[in-house]
């Protein structure tokens, strides 16, 4: 059973910076892609960024140049880096990895930007 378990969120000023972790159960190279999402209040859930097994990375435009994606293989751990984060950042942030066509969710990180 794979399981991918979020930390990181929590509670920033506009112009702050947070740094989301994803950890997951067994060896990380099994998905062949793995990304961030989040869903705001009373909106629909929104792909941020994905990286692939071969490192490539996406971003939204809504966050490009504001958040990076990266990879500890000895972690088994994917990061999402948050800088000038915006009060409209505020989510639910989840990480979504995909194995062949199974797709795998964490139960997701509240982050809160106040203006």
């Known amino acids: 059973q794979v399981q991918l378990v979020e930390s990181g969120g929590g509670l920033v000023q506009a112009g702050g910076s947070l740094r989301l972790s994803c950890a997951a159960s067994g060896r990380i190279f099994r998905f062949n892609v793995m990304g961030w999402y989040r869903q705001g209040p009373g909106k629909q859930r929104e792909l941020l960024t994905t990286i692939t097994r071969g490192g490539t990375t996406n971003y939204a435009d809504s966050v490009k140049g504001r958040f990076t994606i990266s990879v500890d293989a000895a972690r088994n751990t994917v990061y999402l880096q948050m800088n000038s984060l915006k009060p409209e950042d505020t989510a639910v942030y989840y990480c979504?990895?995909?194995?062949?066509?199974?797709?795998?969710w964490g139960q997701g990180t509240q982050v809160t930007v106040s203006s």
């Open positions: 979504h990895a995909m194995e062949l066509s199974l797709a795998y």
